[in-house]
T-cell receptor, first 113, second 118 residues
Framework: GNSVTQMEGPVTLSEEAFLTINCTYT??????LFWYVQYPGEGLQLLLKATKADDKGSNKGFEATYRKETTSFHLEKGSVQVSDSAVYFC????????????FGQGTELSVKP | GAVVSQHPSRVICKSGTSVKIECRSLDFQATTMFWYRQFPKQSLMLMAT?????????EQGVEKDKFLINHASLTLSTLTVTSAHPEDSSFYICSARDIAEPLNTEAFFGQGTRLTVV
C-alpha cells in the first residue's frame, strides 16, 4: 500500500541554519504530495504542495520538489527562524481511497536563538 | 484559504459520559470529512472517513460503536465519543476537502479538540 517515511526527529538547529527534512514515499499511480505544519496545540496547516513530478512547491521560504525518480519530496529552507519551530508532516493523497491523506510520522523542529 | 472550524477546542468530561465534537467547513462544501486521532509526539492516525448522507468508513481497529460519526450535511460532521474512558483522552482532528476540487488537492484541517476524560 501507499506509505510515507520521514526522517526522525527531533531536529534542533540554530537560527539562520539550513534545514532539510527528508521525505520519501511509496505509491501506485501519481499522488499529490504535501507538507503540513503543526504548531503546539493546534491543527495542521498546509505549508506547500506539488501535484505532479518535477513540480516545486514553495511557501514562506520553504521549498520541496516532487522527485518521481527518487520518490522523494524533501523539505528545505535556507535560513530558519525561531518561529519555524513546529512539527512538520509529509503526506500524499491516496487517489485510490477517495483522496485520503497518508501521513509520515512527523518531524519535530526546534530552532534556538 | 478554506476554513474548517472544529468545536470545542478543549473538553474535560467524566468517565462514562459522551462527548460530541463538531467539524464545520465554513466557506466550502465537503462530501467527505476525515477524523484523526493524535497521541503526544506521534503522527495522525486516521480513524474514519465521514461521508455525507451515508455511513462512515472506519479504519481497522476503530470501534464504530464507540466513535459515532454523523455527516448530516455538506458542511457538518460530528464525532461522538460514547461512554468515554481515560484511555480515550487524546487530540482529535478533523479535515475536509472541497467538493468542487479534484481529489488530488489538499485537505483543510480543523484546529483540533483536546479531550481529557477524568
Amino acid at each position: 500500500g501507499n506509505s510515507v517515511t520521514q526522517m526522525e526527529g527531533p531536529v534542533t538547529l540554530s537560527e539562520e541554519a539550513f534545514l532539510t527534512i527528508n521525505c520519501t514515499y511509496t505509491a501506485t499511480g501519481y499522488p499529490s504530495l504535501f507538507w503540513y505544519v503543526q504548531y503546539p496545540g493546534e491543527g495542521l496547516q498546509l505549508l506547500l504542495k506539488a501535484t505532479k513530478a518535477d513540480d516545486k512547491g514553495s511557501n514562506k521560504g520553504f521549498e520541496a520538489t516532487y522527485r518521481k525518480e527518487t520518490t522523494s519530496f524533501h523539505l528545505e529552507k535556507g535560513s530558519v527562524q525561531v518561529s519555524d519551530s513546529a512539527v512538520y508532516f509529509c503526506a500524499l493523497s491516496d487517489l485510490s481511497q477517495g483522496g485520503k491523506l497518508i501521513f509520515g510520522q512527523g518531524t519535530e523542529l526546534s530552532v534556538k536563538p | 484559504g478554506a476554513v474548517v472550524s472544529q468545536h470545542p477546542s478543549r473538553v474535560i468530561c467524566k468517565s462514562g459520559t459522551s462527548v460530541k465534537i463538531e467539524c464545520r467547513s465554513l466557506d466550502f462544501q465537503a462530501t467527505t470529512m476525515f477524523w484523526y486521532r493524535q497521541f503526544p509526539k506521534q503522527s495522525l492516525m486516521l480513524m474514519a472517513t465521514s461521508n455525507e448522507g451515508s455511513k462512515a468508513t472506519y479504519e481497522q481497529g476503530v470501534e464504530k460503536d464507540k466513535f459515532l460519526i454523523n455527516h448530516a450535511s455538506l458542511t457538518l460532521s460530528t464525532l461522538t465519543v460514547t461512554s468515554a474512558h481515560p484511555e480515550d483522552s487524546s487530540f482529535y482532528i478533523c479535515s475536509a476537502r472541497d467538493i468542487a476540487e479534484p481529489l488530488n488537492t489538499e485537505a483543510f484541517f480543523g484546529q483540533g479538540t483536546r479531550l481529557t476524560v477524568v
